[in-house]
C-alpha cells in the first residue's frame, strides 16, 4: 500500500491518503486514448479552457492527460509538488467534488498556484481504484468566473464514472492475472508460471545466450510431518519454507512451487557451481531457522545448468528431476 499526505486548503489539514500503489496495473494506451476523447470531449461541450485528469503520486500531482484545445495553459505531462494546496489535494484529501467559483473572491483559493496561469475557476472529482486507492482527479479549469451549474454537475460525474469503470477492468484483470501465477497457498509462483519463466529463459539462452541454472527441491520426509501433525502444519511448514526461500536468494533469483512439496529455483547468468553453493548456504540456514528446525526438515535438490542441446522445458525439469534422484540414492 502507498500512501502520501495531502494539504485540503479548503480545511486547513494535511491529511494521509491510499494512492496508486505499485502492485497496480498501468494504464494500457487504448484506454488512455479513450480518455483522451472525454477530456477533450468535457472541455468542449463544458466550454472551459482546460480539461485534465490527474495523478496523484507520493510527491506530485501529475497531468496524466489534458484537453488538446489550444488555449489550455497546461504543459503536457506538468506536474505540481504536493503540500501547496492544490485545488485537486482538497478532492484527493475529501474524496468529494470541489467547486471554486472565482478563486480571486476567495481568500481561501486566492493565493493557490493555478491562479498564476489565471485559473480561477475549478471544478474536479476525485478518481480512485475499487479498492479506494485515490488515482487522482478529473477536473475543469476556467479562465473566468463559472458558477459550474446543472450540465457540469449531471455530466463530469458521468464522465468519472467511465473512468473509474475502466480502472475497475484493469484491477479485475489484474487481480485474474494474479490468480493464473501465484500459487494459492505458498504466495511464490505458480507452476503455471514456472514452465512460462523457464521457456522464456530458454529462448533468451538460445537468443542473447543469458545462460542460467536451475534446482528442483524436495522437501524431506515432508509426508511424516502430515501425518504427524495433520495438514494444517503440513501447509504452514510450506508456507514457511517458501518463505524461507525468498528472505534468502537474489532479487534477480525466480523461485515457484512445481507441486505438492516440490519446488524450483532458477539462477539467471549463474553456472552451476555458483548455483549449487546457494544451494548449500540455502539448506545450512534452513537447520537453524527457528521455525522449521522444530520439525528438523530439510531438502534434496537436482540442478543443472542450461545447454546448447536444451531444446524443451520438460527436458530441462527431467534432467533436474533425475539429479535430485540421483542425490537422495546417496
Known amino acids: 500500500m502507498t500512501k502520501t499526505s495531502v494539504y485540503m486548503r479548503s480545511k486547513q489539514l494535511v491529511k494521509t491518503v491510499n494512492i496508486t500503489s505499485k502492485s497496480k496495473p498501468d494504464v494500457p494506451a487504448n484506454i488512455k486514448n479513450k480518455w483522451q476523447v472525454l477530456i477533450n470531449l468535457a472541455a468542449e461541450v463544458l466550454n472551459v479552457p482546460a480539461g485534465l485528469i490527474m495523478k496523484i503520486t507520493s510527491t506530485d500531482m501529475e497531468i496524466f492527460l489534458k484537453s488538446q484545445n489550444n488555449n489550455n495553459p497546461y504543459p503536457a505531462h506538468g506536474k505540481d509538488a504536493l503540500g501547496h494546496g492544490l485545488y485537486c489535494e482538497t478532492v484527493v484529501g475529501t474524496n468529494q467534488p470541489l467547486q471554486v467559483e472565482n478563486a480571486l473572491n476567495d481568500s481561501m483559493w486566492n493565493n493557490n498556484p493555478d491562479v498564476k496561469l489565471n485559473m480561477i475557476a475549478y471544478y474536479g472529482l476525485p478518481i480512485s481504484w475499487p479498492d479506494h486507492e485515490i488515482f487522482g482527479t478529473i477536473c475543469l479549469l476556467d479562465n473566468k468566473e463559472n458558477r459550474f451549474g446543472d450540465r457540469y454537475t449531471e455530466l463530469m460525474p458521468m464522465f468519472k464514472e467511465i473512468i473509474e469503470t475502466d480502472l475497475n477492468l484493469l484491477y479485475l484483470n489484474n487481480q485474474l492475472i494474479k490468480l493464473n501465477n501465484i500459487d494459492s497457498l505458498t504466495g511464490v509462483a505458480s507452476r503455471k508460471r514456472v514452465f512460462e519463466v523457464i521457456a522464456e529463459s530458454i529462448h533468451k539462452f538460445k537468443k542473447m545466450k543469458e545462460s542460467f541454472s536451475l534446482a528442483m527441491i524436495d522437501l524431506n520426509q515432508f509426508k511424516l510431518i502430515n501425518d504427524q501433525y495433520g495438514h494444517k502444519i503440513g501447509d504452514e511448514v510450506l508456507i ?68 546448447h542441446d536444451t531444446e524443451e522445458v520438460v527436458e530441462l525439469l527431467d534432467k533436474a528431476d533425475q539429479r535430485m534422484y540421483d542425490y537422495k540414492k546417496r
Open 240 to 307: 514457511k519454507f517458501a518463505k524461507f526461500v525468498q528472505r534468502n536468494i537474489y532479487d534477480d533469483d525466480f523461485f515457484g512451487r512445481y507441486g505438492g512439496d516440490e519446488f524450483i529455483l532458477l539462477f539467471p547468468k549463474r553456472d552451476l557451481k555458483d548455483s549449487e553453493m546457494i544451494l548449500y548456504n540455502l539448506k545450512t540456514k534452513m537447520m537453524q531457522d527457528t521455525y522449521l528446525s522444530n520439525f528438523q526438515i530439510s531438502f534434496t535438490y537436482g540442478c543443472v545448468e542450461v545447454s
